[in-house]
C-alpha cells in the first residue's frame, strides 16, 4: 500500500535527525564557498557581405551567461557622421535594422553590441565589426510647374515625384526654396508645395523671372541635385484695392464686350492703375492648387470674377473653391458671376452647395421639374426666355439701386446638362440679400414668381460674398436689340459701389 506524500516528508525528516543525533550536535552554519558573478559573452554577426555595403544594414546578435540570465543588449555605433550613435543603447532585441548617417555617400563605421545579464555585469570584451557603407543621391523627376511663359503673383505652387536609386522613396524628404533663399528652405516630405507668399520678399527681386528649386534628401542624409521652374512674377500694385480675373477667352465672339464692362467699370468708380490688376486666365494659369487662390486673392482687398456666357465646365473654380473660402473667412470681398456655376441635382458646376450654405445665406439651389426625351427629373438647372427681365437690388449704402437688365437671346444650354440651363436659382434665407432677381416668367422652366438669381451676403470675418448665376454682359440696353450692355453696365457699377470701391 503506498504511504501519503506528507507522511512519507515526515519519516524522511526524522531519519535525518536520527542520523544527525548519532553523528554529533548540528552546528547550525552553512559552509561552503561564494562563487563571484561571471559576466555574459555576446556574439554578432552580419547576414550577408561585410565588405561595402548599402547604407541600411540588418546585424544579429546573441548573449550567454554562465551562471544566470541575460537581460538585454547595449550597442554603439561609431559613425563620423552620427556622433549621438557613439554612446552606448540599450535594447532587449537581438536583431535590428540601422539606416547609417551618409551624407557624403561613404562612411567607415564600427558597430559594437555587448550582452548585459541579471547582475548588471556586462560582457567586458565585446565583439566589434568595422562596416563600410555606401549611399546614392536621390534625384527629382517631373517636376511640374508654371511655365516659362506664365505669370503670378507672389504665389507658385509645384509638384514633382521622387527616386531613391538604394533607398525607399517613401521615407525621401525635400528641400524647397526660390532662388537666393537655399540657405532657409522649406522642408516637406510631400511631394508638392505651394511657397507662401512672405517667401517671395527675400532672396529676389519683384517683378521679373524667379526659380523655384526641389532637391531629394534620402534617409540617410544624402541630397541628390536640385531641379529647378522659372516663370515670371508680377508685381502687386501700389493700393492693391481690385483685382479682376478674366475667365472668358480671347477667342469668343464677345471678348471684347466683357472686357470693357469690367474694365470701363474700374475707371467710373475712379480707381486709377495704382488700384487694380488683371489676371487673364486664357494667357496663363496662375492658380495651380486652391492655395494659390487664397495667396494671390489676400492680397487684394475685392475680388471680381467673370465668365461671360461660357458654357463650359471652370475646372479653376473647381480648384479655386477651398482658396475662396478660405479668402472669405478671412475678410475678403469676392464677386463672381456667369453661367452654371453651382452644381447639385441634375446639374453641373464648378461651385459646391456647400459653399452655397456656408457663404451665400442661402438653403441650396431651388430645383425644377425637366422632362425631355432623354431625361425626367429635378435640376437646378434653368433655362431664360427670349425676353428676359432681370431686376438688380443692389444696396449702395443704403440707396436701392434698381435698374432692369434685358436679355433678348436664349443662353446656350450644355448638350450633356438635358437641357436643363446654366441659370440657377438661390433658396435664400434673408430676401434683403438677394441683389438680382429674375422676373416672373423669365426663367425657364417658369417658378410663378420672382427668382433670385444673385445673392450678396456679408460673411462673419467682415468679408461679403457675391455670386450673380446670371452673367450681366448678356443684357442690351432697354430699347432695340443693342449690341452694348449699358444696363449691365450700370450693374456692375453698382456693385462695384455695393463692394465700396468708389470711396
Aim: glycine share 10%.
Amino acid at each position: 500500500m503506498r504511504r501519503p506524500l506528507a507522511l512519507a516528508g515526515v519519516a524522511a525528516v526524522a531519519a535525518l535527525l536520527a542520523t544527525a543525533a548519532g553523528c554529533g550536535r548540528l552546528t547550525g552554519k552553512l559552509t561552503g564557498t561564494v562563487r563571484e558573478n561571471r559576466p555574459p559573452h555576446t556574439v554578432l554577426f552580419v547576414d550577408g557581405a561585410v565588405d561595402t555595403v548599402n547604407h541600411i544594414v540588418h546585424l544579429y546578435w546573441f548573449g550567454t551567461d554562465p551562471d544566470g540570465t541575460v537581460e538585454g543588449f547595449e550597442w554603439r555605433l561609431d559613425n563620423p557622421d552620427d556622433p549621438a550613435l557613439a554612446a552606448w543603447h540599450f535594447t532587449r532585441q537581438t536583431d535590428s535594422t540601422f539606416t547609417v548617417r551618409t551624407p557624403s555617400g561613404y562612411v567607415s563605421t564600427q558597430f559594437s553590441v555587448r550582452a548585459v545579464d541579471d547582475a548588471g555585469a556586462r560582457d567586458p570584451n565585446p565583439p566589434v565589426q568595422t562596416l563600410q557603407f555606401n549611399n546614392q543621391a536621390p534625384t527629382i523627376r517631373s517636376l511640374t510647374g508654371p511655365g516659362p511663359s506664365d505669370t503670378t503673383f507672389t504665389t507658385v505652387s509645384v509638384t514633382w515625384t521622387g527616386d531613391d536609386p538604394d533607398g525607399d522613396i517613401s521615407k525621401l524628404r525635400y528641400l524647397v526654396w526660390l532662388d537666393g533663399n537655399e540657405a532657409s528652405p522649406e522642408m516637406t516630405t510631400e511631394r508638392a508645395l505651394t511657397m507662401p507668399s512672405s517667401r517671395f520678399a527675400t532672396g529676389g527681386a519683384i517683378p521679373g523671372p524667379r526659380t523655384i528649386f526641389v532637391r531629394a534628401i534620402d534617409d540617410g542624409g544624402r541630397a541628390g541635385p536640385p531641379s529647378s521652374i522659372t516663370w515670371n512674377v508680377k508685381a502687386v500694385p501700389p493700393n492693391p484695392r481690385l483685382l479682376i480675373v478674366d475667365e472668358v477667352p480671347r477667342t469668343a465672339p464677345n471678348n471684347l464686350r466683357f472686357d470693357t464692362l469690367y474694365s470701363n467699370s474700374v475707371a467710373r468708380v475712379g480707381l486709377t492703375a495704382s488700384d487694380y490688376a488683371i489676371l487673364r486666365l486664357d494667357a496663363n494659369q496662375p492658380f495651380r492648387t486652391a492655395r494659390d487662390v487664397e495667396q494671390t486673392f489676400k492680397l487684394f482687398q475685392n475680388v471680381v470674377w467673370y465668365r461671360g456666357i461660357e458654357t463650359s465646365f471652370s475646372t479653376v473654380l473647381r480648384t479655386a473653391e477651398p482658396g475662396i473660402s478660405a479668402y472669405l473667412d478671412a475678410g475678403g470681398r469676392f464677386y463672381l458671376d456667369g453661367l452654371y456655376l453651382i452644381g447639385g441635382p441634375g446639374g453641373t458646376g464648378p461651385l459646391s452647395e456647400a459653399f452655397v450654405r456656408r457663404h451665400l445665406g442661402s438653403n441650396g439651389m431651388r430645383t425644377a421639374s425637366i422632362v425631355t426625351p432623354v431625361y425626367t427629373g429635378t435640376s437646378i438647372g434653368f433655362g431664360n426666355t427670349g425676353t428676359s427681365v432681370f431686376l438688380p437690388h443692389v444696396d449702395v449704402r443704403g440707396v436701392t439701386a434698381r435698374d432692369s437688365l434685358y436679355v433678348r437671346q436664349v443662353f446656350q444650354v450644355r448638350i450633356d446638362e438635358f437641357q436643363s440651363g446654366g441659370l440657377r436659382h438661390f433658396d435664400f434665407l434673408d430676401r434683403d440679400q438677394v441683389v438680382l432677381w429674375g422676373a416672373p416668367g423669365t426663367l425657364t422652366p417658369a417658378s410663378g414668381d420672382s427668382t433670385a438669381v444673385g445673392m450678396s451676403v456679408p460673411q462673419p470675418g467682415g468679408g461679403r460674398a457675391i455670386v450673380v448665376c446670371e452673367p450681366p454682359g448678356g443684357a442690351v440696353p432697354p430699347v432695340g436689340a443693342g449690341t452694348s450692355a449699358g444696363s449691365a453696365a450700370r450693374f456692375v457699377t453698382n456693385i462695384y459701389r455695393h463692394l465700396g470701391l468708389d470711396q
